[in-house]
Every structure is written in C-alpha cells, then in structure tokens.
Nanobody, 122 residues
C-alpha cells in the first residue's frame, strides 16, 4: 500500500498563487507518472495536470499558462503551482501516482490522496 498526502490548500482570493504538494510514501520502487485531479461540487472529477518521471507535462486547457506541475523524484513528491486563480478553480484537488513496488515488478498500481480543498473567493 502506498500513501499520498496532499497539502497547501485553503482559502485564497482570486489572483492568488498557492502551491500544492503531495508526498508519496510506502513500498515504492518507482513512480511514473504523477498528477493532479480536481472535483468541484456537483461536477465530474477532471484531470488537471500530469508529469512523467522524466519531466514531460500535460495540462487541461483551462489551466494552461496558469498552473505548473513539477516533481522531485528523490522525495517522491509532486507539486502544483497555481497562479492567477479564478473562482472556477475552486475544488478538492487530489494527488495521483502510478507506482511500481519493486524492481522487476510486472505491474504498476494507481493511488490517490485524500484531497485538499482549494477555495477561491472573488
């Protein structure tokens, strides 16, 4: 079992720039990829950003140019720098990781954190 713990959420005014972080712990050999999902009340959960172990990134169109995903492989940690926040960014943000438990593992497994609330006031 792998545990993902998010931090950095809270109440922020429109235009704010919080940074979310997520640290993975447990039985881990490698993680590839990592990412962030979000879910607003009454809305479907959406994939916000992903990053491969080598640093290749993807973003949902609504956050391109405003959010930056990064990772520290030595710390098994992924970050989401959120700039120019808008009220529509309000959601619970969930960390994601695809994990191999040991060298030569024939399978990888998906894990999600508990989520951190980001509320953007106008």
């Amino acid at each position: 079992q792998v545990r993902l713990v998010e931090s950095g959420g809270g109440l922020v005014q429109a235009g704010g720039s919080p940074r979310l972080s997520c640290a993975a712990s447990g039985r881990i050999f490698s993680i590839n990829p990592m990412g962030w999902y979000r879910q607003a009340p009454g809305k479907q959960r959406e994939l916000v950003a992903t990053i491969s172990r080598g640093g290749i990134t993807t973003y949902v169109d609504s956050v391109k140019g405003r959010f930056t995903i990064s990772r520290d492989n030595a710390k098994n940690t992924v970050y989401l720098q959120m700039n120019s926040l808008k009220p529509e960014d309000t959601a619970v943000y969930y960390c994601y990781a695809n994990v191999r438990a040991y060298v030569g593992d024939s399978q990888s497994y998906d894990y999600w954190g508990q989520g951190t609330q980001v509320t953007v006031s106008s």
